[in-house]
């Protein structure tokens, strides 16, 4: 049983350029959440997406967009980078029909480096 | 506004004590509580959750986790350390009108051998 995959494992930009990155969901869920863990902090909660639609959305920027394909698996996208985008991307699938109890389980990150 | 504190940054057992690292939360009604581990250069691997009934919860490794509600708190406890529990803990809460988990700094956990 494949668990949550996301890649790039690593990307290196620069500022102003735009990034995408990948998350496959765990097998049988349906909902992806994506966070940005700064290097020594805790995660921060970007946006979660359900049915192909953003479901909800932390305190980012417009910069920050997503979308979930039919599939469930999804993309964040992060338009004119900032030297402060700098993290580790984490995805986070869960099955949400268990109600709001499902656990997420997150995948090993993408580490974003903005130069 | 919802917060996670884990107020040590760091905790240090010898191999073989018990081991506690502590969060507190300050979140409006019953929320949904969690813990997850980090080794380095991995991502996060859930650990055990609270969501009702009983306070005491027991999860993956030999963790475990007490909730209780009047101090606001979910630590997180071991009997007896190993050497590879040596890793990042973090604390986190969803409230249960909201999708989003809430997530502490997070405490390194030392095991010395």
């Known amino acids: 049983d494949a668990g949550v995959t996301q890649s790039p494992t690593h990307l290196i930009k620069t500022r102003g350029q735009q990034v995408t990155l990948r998350c496959s969901p765990k097998?049988?869920?349906?909902?992806v959440s994506w966070y940005q863990q700064a290097l020594g902090q805790g995660p921060q909660f970007i946006f979660q997406y359900y049915e192909e639609e953003e479901r909800q959305r932390g305190n980012f920027p417009d910069r920050f967009s997503g979308h979930q394909f039919p599939n469930y698996s999804s993309e964040l996208n992060v338009n004119a980078l900032l030297l402060g985008d700098s993290a580790l991307y984490l995805c986070a699938s869960s099955f949400v029909r268990r109600l709001r109890t499902d656990t997420q389980y997150f995948g090993p990150g993408t580490r974003l480096t903005v130069l | 506004a919802q917060s996670v504190a884990q107020p040590e940054d760091q905790v240090n057992v010898a191999e073989g004590n018990p081991l506690t690292v502590k969060c507190t939360y300050s979140?409006?009604?019953?929320?949904?509580l969690f813990w997850y581990v980090q080794y380095p250069n991995r991502g996060l691997q859930f650990l055990l959750k609270y969501i009702t009934g009983d306070n005491l919860v027991k999860g993956s490794y030999g963790f475990e986790a007490e909730f209780n509600k009047s101090q606001t708190s979910f630590h997180l406890k071991k009997p007896s350390a190993l050497v590879s529990d040596s890793a990042l803990y973090f604390c986190?809460?969803?409230?249960?009108?909201?999708?989003?988990?809430?997530w502490g700094a997070g405490t390194k956990l030392i095991i010395k051998p």
């Open positions: 986190a809460v969803r409230d249960r009108g909201n999708y989003q988990l809430i």
């Open positions: 097998s049988g869920h349906d909902t």
């Open positions: 979140v409006s009604g019953n929320p949904y």
